[in-house]
């Protein structure tokens, strides 16, 4: 028998026997609220922050609250199981943790925890090219669970050459290539503050420990740490790449490649045409393209345009069970999740992440029963409606 994730649901009440309640709230959205108190708003108003005035997160929002579940009753869904295979990779549920670099600002522990989370509950653990801990040390955090490694796609094609043999050989399976962020947006919150965390070398340890990158300074790193940051704010994000640059992460990688960052039903078949393997229709949380359309909009163009061609997974907004819910019907194989568990992580470490995991997880396994289905296979578009204004 599968693993009913809803038995969190029943495991909290038991616990409340002995006076026990959970240390974080079960409604994920006040998670933000909460890191902001405790954290105070530097950090947070960097993880919570968006592109212009935040119309674009609102939208993600919006267009999850739009569509409403049309529940089915009397189809036996006793037996449930949430597990999936996604790029050849057997999961025990649809979703996985997406990457957020920096994660230092809200926790010592940051991305090692936050993988020891997804290691602890089977999910994948998506590193960031920007993380705060090295993709080694973070894999060996992690022992032999699934992690993925997103790359931003460096200007010195030798730097990028050496993330990938790095990434290879620390296990990471798969790679996210993050196509929505050649430059930084226009963000309102940080430019307010006038905080950007690279520029106190927040984010740069997998820059800082790679030989090739430490190759291409005339000091090492801890003797002029300004010129290391310099070095690595000129390299970092390519404005000038193209399609046909694809090619040469394809001869580098030996695994999965998926694109993360896709929202035009054309771009999906250019990624396929190119030889890649799935893509992320994602804006990128609306930290990027002020206006841009909502990710769950987006999203069914996307996956007729796929066709069998490519993996689709999703994120953007996804903040309850009934949200992976809905992008699951709206044909995304699986979810990704940034801010909740970057709030979980902040405000309660490992078991912070491990929180945000098992409320999402529960509550998209009860939705899922509730809603009539025993496993995700099942969803599809007629289990929404869209609600018009
Ligand atoms: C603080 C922060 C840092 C992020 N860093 C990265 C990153 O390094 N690489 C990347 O591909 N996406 C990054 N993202 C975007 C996430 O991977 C993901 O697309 C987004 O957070 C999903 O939206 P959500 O936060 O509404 O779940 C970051 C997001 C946040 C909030
Ligand atoms: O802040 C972000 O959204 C992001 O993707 C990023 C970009 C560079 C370094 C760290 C995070």
């Given at each position: 028998m599968a693993k009913h994730w809803a038995d969190f649901q029943y495991e909290i009440y038991?616990?409340?026997?002995?006076?026990?309640?959970?240390?974080?709230?079960?409604?994920?959205?006040?998670?933000?609220?909460?890191?902001?108190?405790?954290?105070?708003?530097?950090p947070v108003g960097y993880v919570a922050g968006s592109a212009g005035n935040g119309s674009t997160a609102r939208a993600n929002r919006e267009a999850l609250d739009r569509r409403r579940i049309v529940p089915r009753m009397l189809r036996d869904v006793q037996e449930r199981d949430l597990s999936v295979d996604v790029l050849g990779r057997p999961l025990p549920a649809p979703v996985a943790l997406a990457p957020v670099g920096v994660l230092s600002i809200m926790h010592p522990d940051a991305e090692s925890a936050a993988a020891r989370a997804a290691a602890a509950q089977g999910v994948p653990y998506i590193l960031s090219s920007a993380s705060s801990t090295p993709m080694e040390q973070v894999a060996e955090a992690m022992g032999d669970a699934e992690r993925w490694f997103q790359l931003y796609w460096a200007k010195d094609r030798e730097v990028t050459r050496s993330f990938l043999d790095r990434a290879k050989a620390a296990g990471y399976t798969a790679l996210l290539v993050t196509l929505d962020t050649p430059l930084l947006a226009w963000r309102p919150r940080d430019l307010d503050q006038a905080y950007l965390p690279f520029l106190h070398g927040v984010?740069?340890?997998?820059?800082?420990?790679?030989?090739?990158?430490?190759a291409g300074l005339a000091k090492p790193v801890h003797e002029d740490p300004n010129a290391a940051v310099m070095h690595f704010v000129g390299m970092f994000a390519d404005p000038g790449k193209t399609w046909p640059d694809l090619a040469f992460l394809r001869e580098n990688?030996?695994?999965?490649?998926?694109?993360?960052?896709?929202?035009?039903?054309?771009?999906?078949?250019?990624?396929?045409?190119?030889?890649?393997?799935?893509?992320?229709?994602?804006?990128?949380?609306?930290?990027?393209?002020?206006?841009?359309?909502?990710?769950?909009?987006?999203?069914?163009?996307?996956?007729?345009?796929?066709?069998?061609?490519?993996?689709?997974?999703?994120?953007?907004?996804?903040?309850?069970?009934?949200?992976?819910?809905?992008?699951?019907?709206?044909?995304?194989?699986?979810?990704?999740?940034?801010?909740?568990?970057?709030?979980?992580?902040?405000?309660?470490?490992?078991?912070?992440?491990?929180?945000?995991?098992?409320?999402?997880l529960a509550e998209f396994d009860l939705t899922l029963a509730l809603s009539g289905h025993a496993r995700p296979a099942t969803l599809g578009p007629d289990d929404l409606i869209e609600e018009t204004a």
């Open positions: 038991l616990n409340g026997m002995t006076g026990a309640v959970p240390r974080l709230p079960t409604d994920l959205t006040r998670l933000e609220e909460l890191t902001e108190q405790r954290l105070g708003p530097g984010g740069t340890a997998n820059y800082f420990s790679d030989p090739t990158f430490q990688w030996d695994g999965p490649i998926v694109l993360k960052g896709v929202l035009h039903p054309d771009d999906a078949r250019r990624a396929a045409d190119a030889g890649m393997d799935g893509v992320v229709v994602s804006n990128h949380g609306g930290r990027q393209v002020a206006g841009s359309v909502a990710a769950a909009d987006a999203l069914p163009r996307v996956v007729e345009a796929a066709g069998d061609r490519l993996t689709v997974l999703f994120d953007s907004g996804i903040r309850t069970g009934d949200d992976i819910f809905k992008a699951l019907a709206l044909g995304a194989e699986a979810v990704l999740v940034g801010r909740p568990y970057a709030y979980g992580l902040g405000l309660d470490g490992q078991a912070g992440v491990e929180h945000v995991i098992r409320c999402l």
